[in-house]
Structures are given as structure tokens and as C-alpha cells.
């Protein structure tokens, strides 16, 4: 059963977290380390860590966990044969599948496939969801060049494309935006532009970077500023797509539905309609990142389906919460040469298994509509956060229960965060000023409460 | 209980494959599509596939398959509450490890590090370990130069790099060789040059590549051209270094011990012991990619032990038999910033209690030993066979059980191998000529001999 209540024994992180770091960096760098943990005593939405404190986890393994911690759903589901059979029998999944393989997808992905997307492909994270959706670009925009899949045989491309050189290794371009985060792979990396760290040091395409829109917030008293920012934003990215034409064309662009890792940056329904109507005038295809916030966190299963765009995206990329990589996309994306998108793996079954039991739970729980409910909860309580305290709390913003508020002043974010997590809150930060809400579907607005009470004191604290 | 020999019911593949690709192919390219199998009825070296043909398996999902189908022992770890609990509670594991997880890779990877290398980290797949320690390299690579492990506050690098421009974003490269196989995200797939249908219409990095030497069979009577065609690619190799030095400086190679989607291709020992000194003579790093070769099939633990180098490679890269990916690196090698290396799940724990007991299994039944011995018995075989069908088996060659024999004549080699699966038996292909052969660490001697008597059978059928 879930505690009613965070309960904290030491500082956050305690002794034993701090032991097992000194371990740990015997063998790797282990600085990015926050708390060591107990998961087999772990339950629901709350996370017992290495020194037995007990956290309201309200960002659950960065947004990756769907039902909170030992889900007894999901317990049932590792004791199954056939999920048993699939942990110790991994297969190569896209050469041996195993004979359930077309329903197993029946019965998850295709479930829930955005409008106009039956077409999906399963891989093992986001970084090789979004590379090789990227690639899937690449051969859709070859495709369309030259009226066939694959050139004639003898065509110089299959000679130069093995010494990484055009025409067979084309010289095209992905468009991404500044703040954005798709990756970290060398190709998914060089479409993310959230943070140095992340970038510097590694060798990159040069690929055309658009800006996003930074709306000013409240939103009701920014309408027109907001539009004008919008307009800017769209603009550019038209401009660079008309430019790179001759340098390397754009085969595509990949965006975020709320930039996540950026720093929770949202623009609205408007621009992204207008966006894809953009990348249909210019004949590049619109990859949706969904990693993050797929998976009915904002109220809808898709976070891309509150923007009422006339058409879906060309292709969708999902994995976190989703257990499992992948992406959707249209017929028109479909290729039909075999081995052309392939790697052993392709992706887990064993996730296939808990996602089928997953989907299960959030629809007989009504998952999809709780986090709506929440996160209208949660946000409410974050706008009062900012009545009482203004200057301090800024910009609370979100979808469901994805969502976010901005706290101001220098160094004072960090020190928020660092307070909340000593009364038993753990959240996550983005940005330079922002702190991240990803809790699981099972959050309920009572746990909503419990974090904004627990904000509202550890601004003060601070 | 394993089957003691294969039976074929159906044609290979049979109608319930054939219908199952039909059915998958409404929702993505199925031609990849070997066989569907199922796996709940296979055991041990044995596939059993939809159709209920019982299949000596000398393939095993890619080479990915350790103690091949349902081993009891793994099982076990499947009713653990250990694995169950990292089967459901998936952490993000750099930032919120399991409390075991300093005692886990104590038992599992540092287990059988390569000689020297005590840095080491997960990864989820082939594709991100090698990508990630290019990343690793090119840190190692700038830290060098400037002396520090990142620049100044304030230095341009920081902004430049969110551009994907120099100097944050610098114009190295990795050096890799005609033939190499290293994965297929696009900075893995800059150093892959296996097949054109891999690598078409997908944009690349401009990276130098080298020549790996084609040494000619029976090795007795070739020595001087081999060891004269060794000598050659040395000299492209480092000559190649040397020019890049103005365009994009080579910052570390990356090669397989054995060569293997490209066609099994084997160099010696004195070939990999010089080309190591040649990168410590040029101040790169040595990437040695032990994905396919690693995990005690050649006979050792490491392919690359075989080769007696004074000392190990800089980075080793692993996954498929050892069922997690990741790298073991050098302290020079190491970084010390956070973040620096990082993504969500960092691996998944489930596949080191799975790698645990499989090192428990080998160890107990001596599989590395055995997979030494039963190599000697298969390949003396395919040498018989060579003898029995002079210009048609060829090139009989392997490390351990990691073996291979080339079938001569156009489309013969593809004939061979549907032939052999009719009787039963499952082998890969590779290169152009090739037949490989990737048996799980339970293949024996009298395994061995199965396969070679029904592939002299299927070379005399065709
Ligand atoms: S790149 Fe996605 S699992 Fe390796």
C-alpha cells in the first residue's frame, strides 16, 4: 500500500546515498547521481531511497515511469510465461519475431496510434527512435527526389555512400530548435540545444537551428506579445528552411510538443497548426517528439492531439513512460525495402508485455482523464503559489499533470529544490530557472496538494 | 530437454510464418522476416519456429543469445525479486541507482574486465555504446589539448556548441576501416561501411576510412601476401591520420577483432598489436568493438585477447551475448563531469541480474573452455569440407565457435544456406560469399558435427 505521507530521516541525500556515490565513482564518473534508492520498498507514488526516506516522487526516473513503483499489475505480468519467455529469450525482433509479435503490437502500439498513423516500428529508446526517424526522413525525401525507393542498380550512390560521401550519402538536414532535447547519440544530439554539457566536445551535423517561441506569462496579459513572438518564430523557420535549400536541404524537422528538458517551454495550438502547415507547403516532413510527453500524462494520450491539427504528424517518436521506443507514421513515410531500418534488437518485448498490462490499468482507471483533472488541480495551486509570491513564483504553466513554474532570482531555483526534497518532495529542474512536475498517472489531486504545500514552505525556508 | 537433432515438418519458412508476415507487413516492412519462431517451445541450441520445425540454431538472434533458448538457470533469475523489481521499477539509472547497483556491476562486468580497464558503464544497446564512446574519446581527445576537462567560463566554445559549430562543437573524427560494422544511428553509422543498403540516402559524417586487411586462405601458403597486405593497411591507416590532421583531426579509431557483418574477416595478431602502437605513436585512442566478439565464443573472454597486445585497447565495447551494452574504458580515458555521458535509462538493470547468473553458468560449466575445443572440432570440419568440395568451400576460418567458411560461385552461398535450413539447420550470412556461424556457448562437438554434415549434404544437393 502507498504511504499517506512523505518521511524523512536524514538529510536528502543521507549517509548511505553518500557511500554508495564514493563507490560508484571507483568505476565512472558519478556525479550526476541524486539519491540511490530502494525500489523493492518503493510503492506507488512515493520512492524510498538508500536511507530509508520516504519521498512523494513527482518526477518518477525522469518522467519514465507510467504507474508509480511496483505496480501490482505489473508484478502479475513478470510472472507470466510469456513475459518470462521474452526476458530470457530476447529476439532479434525484426529478423525471428516471436509468433505473437503482430498481435503483441495489436494489442499495445497500435491501441493507441495517433489519427492517421497505422504504421509503427518499435525500437529500444528515444535517442534510436528519434535517429532513425530521421532516417525514415531521409529515405521518404530521397523517395519522393527520384520516383523509387532505392536507385537503379549501378547508380554511383551505392559506391559513395560507402565512403560517407554524396550522392549516396546525401548532404540533407534535419531542422530542430533552440532548446530543444532529442537525444544524445551523435545525430539525435544535434538536434538538442538545451544545454552546453550536453554538446561541447562532440562533433556535430551542421543542421539549420529555428527558434522557439519564449512566451511571457501570464498568457492572458501577453496575447498580443505572445502572437508576435509566434509569428517571429514561424518565420525563421520557413527563412532557414527556404535557405538551406543549396547548402543541405531540410528533410524534416523534429519539434517537442512542451519543450521538456529546455526548460518547459510551451507555444500554443495556433503555431503548431501553422507550423505543419508550413512543413506541407515546403514538402519536409513534421517528426513529433513525444518521448516525453507521450503516454497521457497531459490529459490527452498524445500531447500533440491538444493542438487540433488538421492532419497528425508525419511520424511520432515515443519512449519513457511508453516502456518501450518506437514511432508511428503515415503510409507516406512507410518504406518496403527490408533491412533498411534494422538493428538485432529492435527494441524489448518484455516491455511489450508490460505495456499491454499498462494500457490495461490506465484504461480501466481512467488514467488519461485523472491527469487531466490533476493537473488543472495542480496548476491552480501553482498560480496561488505565485499570488503569494510574487517576484519569487513565475510562469506556472502545463498539460495535465506536465508541468512546470518558474523560480526567479539567482541560485534561488536550485536552493527551492534542494529544500523540498528535505521535506520528502523530490521534483525535477529544467532550464535555469524552472522547476519540472512528472509525476506518474497515479498522481491524485491530494498529492497535488502535498507538493504545493511542501513548495509553498520551502520557498519560504528559502 | 533439448532436442537431439532437428525435424522439419514444412517447407523453411513454413505457411504460419508466411502468414504472419503477411499480417505484419500492414504495419511495417516485414521483409527482413527470417522466421517466426516460437520461442516458449525452443531449448537450448534449438529454435523451434511457428511452424513447429525444430531448428539446430547456429545463429542464436544475431549472436545474441548466450546459453541459447529457456537455459533453467535464467529462468530462475526471472522469479527473483530482484529482477522483478528492475523488470517494473526501470530506473534512470546515472541519476536514481538501485542501492545494489555498486555491488551488481561489482559481480557482473568487472567480473571479466578486459586487463587494465576498470572504468566502466552501461549502455542499452550496441548502436549508443559505440556512439558514446566516440563521445568519451573526443572528451579524452580535447581534455588532452587544452589541458583541463572543459574550458573556461566564458570561453566561445559554449555558445559555438549550441550552434553545432566550432570550437564547441569541433571538427574531429573517428577513424574506422572498409568493411567495419559498429552500428546504425548516424554517428555509428559514419564508421560502418558493411553494405550499401545500410548507409543509402542517409547524410554522414565525413570521417576517414582505411583499408582492413583481405588475407588469403589457407593462411600456410599465403604468408608473405598477407603479411605484405597487413603491412599496407597499416601504412593507409596511419597516413591517414597524418592528413587528417588539418581537416578533422582523427581523435581515436574504432575496429572489430574480427570483422564481422562485412564477412568475417580475420587479421592477425601482429596486425592489431602494430596498429595499437601506431595510435599511442599518434595520440589516439584505440576503440576496440568486442560487440559481436566478446562474450567467450572466440575461445577467450575478449576476442582481442588473442592478439597478445602489450597493453588492452583504450575503450571496449560491448552488448548482444552480454546482454547489456555499454564500455569499459581506461582511467585516462575517464571523465569526471556529470552529464557529460548520459540519457534516461542508462542501460536496464533486469539485463544484469540476467548477466550474473549467465556468468555463474559459464564459469560453473566451463563455456569458455568448451567454446575453445568445440571451435577446433567445427573448424577442422569445414576444412574437410574444403578438401571435399575443392572450389566451391573456401577460406574455413574462426576464432573459437565465431566461425565462418565462404561458399564460391555466384548465388551458390545463398542457395547453400536455404538448403542447409530445409534440413534444419540455421546459419547467417555475411559479406558477399559467406556463410557464419554464431552458436550459443552450448554448441559441442557432436553439434558441430550436425552442422557440418548437413551442410556437406546441402553443398552437394546444390
Ligand atoms: S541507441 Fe537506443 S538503445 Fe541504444
Redesign the interface.
Known sequence: VEPNAPSVKTEVPGP?TKN?IQ??S???????????????K?QGNY?VD?DENVLLDCFQ??S??PLG???PD??E???T??A?????????M??????D??AL?DKTL?KVAPRGL????TM?????SN??A??SV??W??KKKRGVE??PLGDP???S?????PP??????ILSF?GAFH??????L?TT?S?????????????P?APFPRLKYPLEEFERENAAEEARCLEVAEDLVEQWKTK?PVAGLIIEPVQAEGGDFHASGDYFRKLKKMTERQGIAFICDEVQTGMAVTGRWWAHEHFEMEKSPDVVTF??KM?TGGYYFSDEI????????????MG?P?KLH?LEKTLKVVNRDNLVEQAGKTGKHLIGGLKQLEKLHPGVANGSRGLGTFSAIDILGEGIRDKVHKQLLQKGVLAGVCGAATMRFRPCLLFTPTHADMLVDNLDQAIRDV
Chains 1, 2 share one sequence.
Open positions: 548511505n554508495l563507490e560508484t571507483k568505476i565512472q564518473s558519478a556525479q550526476a547521481v541524486a539519491l540511490f534508492c530502494d525500489f523493492e518503493s520512492l538508500a526516473q525522469i519514465s515511469l513503483y511496483n505496480h505489473l508484478l505480468t513478470c510472472n510465461a510469456a518470462q519467455s521474452a526476458m530470457i529469450n530476447r529476439p532479434a525484426a529478423m525471428f519475431p516471436n509468433r509479435f503482430p503490437i497500435l497505422g504504421q509503427v516500428i529500444a529508446c528515444g535517442s534510436c535517429e532513425n530521421f532516417k531521409f529515405f525525401y530521397m532505392l536507385p550512390a551505392y559506391e555512400c560507402m565512403r560517407n560521401q549516396g550519402a546525401p548532404k540533407l538536414s533552440e537525444g544524445r547519440t551523435l545525430g539525435a544535434s540545444h544545454k552546453p554539457i550536453h554538446k561541447i566536445d562532440v562533433p556535430s551535423f551542421d543542421w537551428i543541405a519512449a519513457k516502456l512507410r518504406w518496403d525495402i527490408g533491412y533498411r531500418v534494422f538493428n538485432t534488437w524489448d518484455v508490460l
